[in-house]
């Protein structure tokens, strides 16, 4: 990665290495090695080192960026500008914004600039898209070579005219002389002789960026370029390649997490015409010519499978298995001596798993020429999943190209390969391109969960009724959020680990959703024994100002002090504010309660979010209400059951996700700050969406809310 | 056992023999390659594969295509005429409704089949029936905006 100019303040952005929180699959079909496959139902089984993946996996701290200015910009002897990078579009808006940082520093129209993203053939390692980095990591680069390359532009006219800097004039994409009258473009350059030797060039750390006050692209809301083919069927989703002669894959799944295959009959799908059988250990699979064919194919053969299970712990039992099972158990409260006499506030929270679900469920298609493997798939980490096949076939990096299509959500869900490595394995058996597509169930069974957790907090107040000691302890779901934004006499916020029963990984948001949902549900219950107005208590004990600005914004927009004091029973306000990835946000929310029924029914939410300088604001609304709805799935419905080593709701019909009904009046107030680094926002709106939500539920039942989803007859 | 199957497919007479009990869906995508049709849950719960049977917005991934014998059938990609966008395509560009797109080919003929039902229906009966669609990005606030503006277009069409 490039150094970053000064002219770019570094954001305030936690390094985190997010490939270290997601548990893969670790296949493994080396030839000389004895192939096995390490089933899933994680912590029960094995710990799953990977050292050839942590040095492949694309993270961050290893992702090069663009060696040159070539390996960043193509620029077409035709005319047409390429942005080349490694980050993916998943419905989160950086094919626009990256569009918009070229375009700006290009300085051409917008619709002149085509993105070549992720593909691991062609474009420089950016990292994992996640964490909402492209903003704060990559659209800097990106517009750093940009501008190089117009600088270049540049240097070419006053090359080419022989005359002096200030005579020339960039204009409309083009450079013009100080007559006006002659002119040239980024394809006389590309036309030129030099163009080759110049493009081989590093990009200048210190080349000049265009300042905020001047941009003209950036800052513009911009649609998403490849906007019509979304509706017109024409886009390519990772489900949708099809090569020729390709055939269509299924997998065997364990009946249960952690089963182990004693014995299968190949025998009556081998018999079959055009079905290829594979079996690697524990690996089994199928390929035929369609769908219908290989899962009529894969059924004969799983009736004959015989397993052998494991023991597993149910949904029921699994806030008290995860605080059994904790590393060296839950500590305890430091401050204990100094809680004697003081007023002190003690609860305990519990998060589900839930599951991301993205609509278009894992999908990968993989084609093998001799030794050297292609897969176009659905990840959000082209390199990582280059490094998984790699490691799983015994081949160097160099050997696999990962193609990512504009693929159909992530939500943190896609981090991992699996499901490029299952089509390569049936590939490489069948000698033919390979579709594998997962089902619904195997989504919602197969893929990474977003870690459950218990939250134990215990906070005591001093006299003036703030807060002189805060206990906040994470059990298993992450350390993300897990200190406190507010100003407390003392504190000691851990997380710690336990032994997960199921796959987890990260989700929208990392661990922020489970922490910032038991803090600010935990600061409600601590103002109510301060008798405090929640409001006037948080600001009491909040210094951050831009965290005080987007609640005060929040509550000033809902009208806060007014709605809090009225008294119907089955209305409840509910406010909560939080901080994540260098971006502020504050909610209030309104909930509307039909206690026969059990329902709740969120009515309005009125959210206030602050990112820094705002690039596409067109997207970042939709990021926003996107986020606030996807939070109230979480908060309302969404929580995944399980027994004996089974997920028992893995169907839509059962995990209910919102719909067009679920959708409150939205409210939302974009904090534009010009003044400050932009960083990502794809995460951040969701976090207080719960808390908010729950504390609602607090102020009209007065009963408190200690966990997801939100029961009414629990309240 | 391998059948004959006609029907019309975006304005064309289509033959072909195949096991009746195979879903549209896959054979829409897979035989015919018009793979603009979703896979989404494959149980009719989110709409994704929706298409127009007969004009009835219809999910494809529980009808099996041995139902779909003399019948007509438009997918997404029958929708535009030519190089002219739908007027309900037109909507959901210009508002920019989608993130990921995965579910819009399914929102987009989910509109066209409700004011197809009922071309005066309502802002409430139209968005009674979008309840069946699932959006995962949940971005309901720019669809339901976005269906608000087809409908203002069809309501000036039908006038």
Same mark, same amino acid.
Request: charged share 25%; with cysteine; proline share 5%.
């Given at each position: ?37 390490? =089933?899933? &139902?994680?912590?029960l089984?094995l %710990?799953?080192?990977?050292? @050839?993946? $942590?040095? /492949?996996? #694309? ?9 040159n ?12 500008i ?5 980050k =993916?579009? &998943?419905?989160?808006?950086?094919? %626009?914004?990256?569009?918009? @940082?070229? $375009?700006? /520093?290009? #300085?051409?129209p917008?619709?002149s ?24 990591r990559?659209?800097?680069?990106v517009?750093?070579g ?5 600088a270049?532009l540049?240097?070419?006219a ?11 004039q960039?204009?409309d994409?083009?450079?013009f ?23 081989e060039?590093?990009?200048?750390a ?19 370029p490849?906007?019509r083919?979304?509706v017109t ?11 020729a ?41 199928v ?17 004959t499978a015989?397993?052998?299970?494991v023991s ?26 100094e809680?004697t ?22 999908a990968a298609?993989?084609?093998?020429s001799g ?51 299952e089509?390569a ?35 005591s ?13 994470n ?11 507010y ?33 600010e549900?935990?600061m ?15 600001l ?5 100002p831009r ?27 509910g ?6 990835k ?9 909930v ?7 329902q709740?029914?969120v ?16 997207n970042?609304?939709?990021q ?7 939070g109230?799935?979480a ?8 027994e004996?080593?089974r ?8 995990y ?13 107030h ?15 709106p ?6 908010a ?6 102020h ?16 | 056992?391998?059948?004959k199957i ?51 917005s ?10 779909v ?8 990609e ?7 966008l ?15 797109g ?8 989910g509109?066209?089949?409700?004011l197809?039902k ?7 009966e139209?968005?009674?029936e ?30």
């Amino acid at each position: 990665m490039k150094t970053i100019p000064p002219e770019i303040p570094q954001p305030d952005v936690e390094e985190i290495n997010y490939d270290e929180l997601v548990e893969r699959v670790d296949y493994d079909f080396g030839l000389s090695r004895r192939s096995f496959v390490k =089933v899933l &139902g994680a912590g029960l089984l094995l %710990a799953v080192s990977l050292p @050839a993946i $942590a040095q /492949e996996s #694309g993270r961050r701290s290893r992702a090069g960026g663009a060696r040159n200015l070539g390996a960043r910009i193509h620029i077409g002897k035709d005319g047409v500008i390429t942005v080349l990078t490694g980050k =993916v579009e &998943g419905g989160q808006g950086a094919r %626009a914004e990256l569009s918009q @940082a070229a $375009a700006e /520093e290009l #300085g051409v129209p917008l619709s002149s600039v085509r993105m070549l993203m992720a593909d691991t053939g062609a474009v420089p390692d950016d990292g994992g898209t996640y964490g909402s980095m492209t903003t704060p990591r990559t659209v800097p680069p990106v517009r750093q070579g940009a501008a190089a390359a117009r600088a270049l532009l540049i240097e070419f006219a006053m090359q080419q005219w022989q005359v002096a800097r200030e005579t020339v004039q960039m204009r409309d994409g083009k450079i013009f002389d100080a007559a006006g009258k002659r002119s040239l473009t980024y394809a006389d350059l590309a036309n030129s002789d030099e163009a080759a030797q110049l493009l081989e060039q590093a990009i200048p750390a210190d080349v000049k960026l265009t300042a905020v006050n001047e941009w003209k692209v950036l800052g513009a809301p911009a649609l998403r370029p490849n906007a019509r083919d979304i509706v017109t069927g024409a886009h390519k989703f990772p489900s949708d390649i099809t090569r020729a002669g390709m055939l269509y894959g299924k997998i065997l799944r364990a009946p249960s997490y952690g089963a182990k295959l004693i014995s299968i009959d190949l025998a009556p799908a081998k018999a079959m015409k055009d079905v290829v059988v594979v079996q690697d250990d524990q690996f089994v699979g199928v390929a035929a010519p369609n769908s219908s064919l290989a899962e009529t194919a894969m059924q004969k053969i799983s009736d004959t499978a015989k397993w052998e299970t494991v023991s597993h712990p149910s949904s029921k039992e699994l806030f008290d298995y995860l605080k059994q099972n904790t590393e060296g158990g839950v500590p305890k409260n430091p401050f204990a001596d100094e809680l004697t006499g003081a007023k002190v506030v003690r609860k305990e929270y519990h998060i589900p798993y839930i599951q991301h679900a993205p609509l278009e469920p894992r999908a990968a298609v993989a084609e093998w020429s001799g030794d050297q493997l292609t897969v176009w798939t659905g990840s959000q980490n082209p390199f990582g999943v280059r490094g998984e096949l790699a490691h799983a076939f015994h081949l160097p990096p160099e050997n696999m190209r990962v193609v990512i299509p504009d693929f159909g959500g992530g939500f943190g869900g896609k981090h991992t390969g699996e499901c490029a490595i299952e089509a390569a394995r049936l590939a490489k058996a069948a000698g033919k391109p390979v579709s594998l597509r997962w089902t619904r169930e195997e989504e919602f069974t197969w893929a990474y969960f977003r870690p459950a957790g218990v939250i134990e907090a215990e906070a005591s107040l001093d006299a003036q009724g703030k807060i002189a000691t805060w206990h906040f302890i994470n059990i298993n779901s992450g350390a993300q959020a897990v200190d406190t934004p507010y100003t407390v006499g003392k504190r000691n916020c851990h997380y710690i680990a336990s032994r997960p029963p199921l796959r987890h990984g990260s989700y929208r948001a990392l661990a922020s959703t489970a922490n910032n949902f038991a803090r600010e549900a935990f600061m409600d219950e601590v103002a109510a024994a301060a008798g405090a107005d929640p409001l006037e208590f948080r600001l009491a004990h909040l210094e951050n100002p831009r965290l005080r600005a987007v609640l005060e914004k929040a509550a000033k927009e809902f009208d806060w002090s007014t709605r809090v004091k009225k008294t119907d029973a089955n209305l409840g306000v509910g406010l909560a504010c939080g901080m994540e990835k260098g971006s502020f946000v504050a909610a209030c929310a309104e909930v509307q309660l039909d206690r026969k029924a059990n329902q709740i029914k969120v009515t309005r939410v009125c959210q206030a979010f602050e990112c820094g300088k705002i690039l596409n604001p067109a997207n970042l609304l939709a990021q926003v209400q996107g986020g606030i709805v996807m939070g109230l799935g979480a908060t309302l419905r969404e929580e995944m059951q399980f027994e004996q080593g089974r997920i028992t709701n893995a169907s839509f019909r059962k995990y209910r996700v919102p719909r067009f009904d679920d959708l409150p009046e939205l409210d939302v107030h974009l904090l534009d700050r010009p003044d400050l680094p932009s960083v990502g926002a794809g995460e951040t709106p969701i976090i207080i969406i719960a808390p908010a939500v729950a504390n609602a539920v607090f102020h009209a039942t007065g009963k408190s809310v200690r966990a997801l989803p939100v029961n009414l007859v629990a309240a | 056992m391998d059948t004959k199957i006609s029907f019309t497919l975006n304005g064309k007479a289509r033959t072909i023999t195949t096991d009746p009990d195979r879903s549209l869906l896959e054979v829409l995508r897979e035989d015919l390659q018009l793979t603009g049709t979703k896979f989404g849950c494959g149980e009719g719960q989110c709409r994704a594969c929706t298409v127009l049977l007969d004009g009835v917005s219809t999910p494809s991934c529980i009808t099996s295509i041995g139902d779909v014998d003399k019948t007509e059938v438009v997918t997404i990609e029958g929708l535009a005429n030519g190089d002219k966008l739908h007027p309900v395509q037109e909507a959901f560009v210009s508002e920019g409704a989608f993130q990921c797109g995965y579910c819009t080919a399914g929102m987009v003929l989910g509109v066209v089949g409700a004011l197809k039902k009922n071309p005066k229906a309502s802002e409430t009966e139209v968005m009674a029936e979008m309840q069946r669609h699932i959006c995962r990005c949940c971005s309901y606030e720019k669809y339901k905006t976005a269906i608000q503006r087809a409908m203002a277009q069809n309501g000036k069409a039908a006038a």
